[in-house]
């Protein structure tokens, strides 16, 4: 399958600060990625859906001036988790495909503690 | 509102049992279904897709989709310690994925 590489898989940040995570696809070209949050014992939660050189589409309840996606290119989408709070310590994980979505391919995902 | 349902479990089985995972999901017009396994920490695995009515396997994994009934199983024989894991059910729809909350297996030596 195809490869999609999330980074970091783990971080840590003080109440306050902004994080940003990286999403790659590497041998295949996203038009699509989707960035999911999972809390312990949750299923995946759909947060929102971005495609290369748009704006992105947050799902209902996801503030969009708190967490920041960015798809500028065809292999590299960002989510920026502006000024976070402990409440949004979680598990990020972005998945990417190409096209009209048959199946998903997922990062890594990444641990975000905000202390 | 599309669902995906899945018995959270823990659904536990002896080695070398069959595991049988049930999924039922809302939207008739839903036409890919995926199984995915997810150990602790780590994010999702895909290890089935189904297209079409009846079965698809692949190695110790079968898939079975009924789409009149909007049901979606996945059967893993011979089961494995090493199967031990949560598995997600997904529907797609026009788009996105719709995601069950998973069941939990365990698999008892």
């Known amino acids: 399958g195809a490869v999609v590489s999330q980074h970091p898989s783990w971080v840590i940040c003080k109440s306050g600060t902004s994080v940003k995570i990286e999403c790659r696809s590497l041998d295949f070209q996203a038009t699509t990625m989707f960035w999911y949050r999972q809390f312990p014992k949750q299923s995946l939660m759909l947060m929102a859906t971005?495609?290369?050189?748009?704006?992105?589409?947050?799902e209902q309840g996801v503030e969009k001036d708190k967490f920041l996606i960015n798809h500028a290119s065809l292999t590299l989408s960002t989510l920026t988790v502006t000024s976070a709070h402990p409440e949004d310590s979680s598990f990020y994980i972005c998945s990417a495909g190409q096209g009209v979505i048959t199946e998903a391919f997922f990062g890594q995902g990444t641990r975000l503690t905000v202390v | 509102q599309k669902e995906v349902e899945q018995n959270s479990g823990p659904l536990s089985v002896p080695e070398g049992a069959i595991a049988s995972l049930n999924c039922t999901y809302s939207?008739?017009?839903?036409?890919?279904f995926f199984w995915y396994r997810q150990y602790s920490g780590k994010s999702p695995e895909l290890i089935m897709s189904i297209y079409s009515n009846g079965d698809k396997e692949d190695g110790r994994f079968t898939a079975q989709l009924n789409k009149a009934s909007q049901y979606v199983s996945l059967l893993i024989r011979d089961s494995q310690p090493s199967d031990s894991a949560t598995y997600l059910c997904a529907s797609q729809g026009s788009y996105q994925l719709t995601f069950g909350k998973g069941t939990k297996l365990s698999v008892i030596p």
């Open positions: 939207d008739r017009g839903s036409q890919s």
């Open positions: 971005s495609n290369e050189g748009s704006k992105a589409t947050y």
